[in-house]
């Protein structure tokens, strides 16, 4: 019998934690907000540090801005000009009706802030699919 240490450990515990397919709403075609704002995830990943996969989707906008971040981060993540690439939370779409999958660390809450660039654009936020992230 072989015992795993070190790095081949810390390999087969990520190996083994498990993946939870989601396709879940959590914020419904509404105005999504200017300034950072929490999305409790709770409801879906538990209260509970997770890693989430999310499809964000613009309603009708074309070149709009959002960016997501761990709650509680400080760091801005957002530029109104996607090619400055300020962080991996920030992405946009040039087409209308757009979407976009990132991956986002919530807190031991299971919650993350988002921010739009402009007041009054329609966004679709889903869970795409999450893992605890121990």
Do not use: H
């Not at 299971?110 to 660039?117: F, L, Q, S, T, Y």
Request: aromatic share 8%; net charge negative; glycine share 8%.
């Amino acid at each position: 019998m072989t015992i795993a240490t070190g790095e081949q450990a810390l390999a087969s515990d990520v190996i083994a934690q498990k993946v939870t397919v989601a396709e879940t709403e959590v914020f419904a075609s509404a105005a999504g907000p200017i300034a950072w704002t929490d999305i409790n995830l709770s409801a879906v990943v538990g209260v509970q540090s997770a890693v989430v996969l999310l499809k964000i989707a613009r309603i009708a906008v074309a070149n709009a801005v959002f960016a997501v971040r761990k709650n509680g981060d400080t760091e801005e993540y957002f530029t109104t000009n996607p090619t400055d690439g300020t962080g991996i939370g920030m992405a946009c779409s040039n087409t209308f009706n757009g979407y976009v999958v990132v991956m986002c660390a919530t807190d031991s809450n299971g919650v993350i802030e988002w921010k739009v660039e402009a007041a009054g654009t329609t966004w679709t936020v889903d869970i795409i699919a999450w893992w605890p992230a121990q």
